[in-house]
């Protein structure tokens, strides 16, 4: 799994390697040119469906950092998922919160690689695809996946996250 990480890799991404490799997960993490900082633009960059992307999102709940990997091709309804998830109502965090929650920067939330784990939820409409790709720790890296993984990846909920 040497191969896993590149002495190249930016160090929140090295870190997000190791997590990937410790788990027995197979995708690399690797650097992109442009920016992946939004769903769009990782989509062009990767010639791949908007609804491929699975973005890390930070919300607060019940007064503790949460975390939501939703499809780019929708936006999280926070009152129904709550609701699905039994939780407090969600807000989204701050990016001075999101960096305290996971030591990356709001366009590179990494789903692993946080300083602890985040309670966590899976969108279900990344099941619609054979293979997604997450942010690997900063706006430029990214890694491939699958929904099943990122649920072993995060200890987290299956659950549609949309309306």
């Known amino acids: 799994m040497a ?3 590149s002495t190249s890799l930016p160090v929140r991404s090295m870190q997000v390697a190791r997590a990937l490799a410790a788990a027995g997960i197979a995708g690399q993490v690797r650097e ?3 920016s992946a900082r939004t769903a769009a ?3 062009s960059a990767l010639g791949c469906d908007v609804g491929a992307i699975a973005n890390s ?5 019940d007064d503790e950092p949460v975390l939501v990997m939703t499809s780019g091709r929708h936006r999280v309804d926070t009152t129904a998922l709550a609701a699905r998830w039994g939780r407090g109502r969600l807000r989204r965090a701050t990016a001075e919160q999101v960096r305290q929650a996971t030591g990356q920067a ?3 939330v990494a789903p692993v690689g946080h300083p602890r784990a985040l309670p966590a939820v899976v969108d279900e409409a990344l099941t619609d695809y054979s293979q997604v790709w997450a942010a690997g720790g900063t706006p430029h890296t990214i890694f491939p996946t699958t929904a099943g993984e990122l649920v072993q990846l ?4 299956l659950l549609p996250v949309g309306p």
């Not at 999102?57 to 709940?61: D, E, G, Q």
């Not at 995060?154 to 909920?157: A, H």
């Open 3 to 5: 191969s896993q990480e």
């Open 32 to 34: 992109l040119t442009e």
């Open 41 to 43: 633009e990782a989509a």
């Open 57 to 61: 999102l930070v919300f607060i709940s």
């Open 106 to 108: 709001i366009g590179g």
């Open 154 to 157: 995060t200890g987290g909920l």
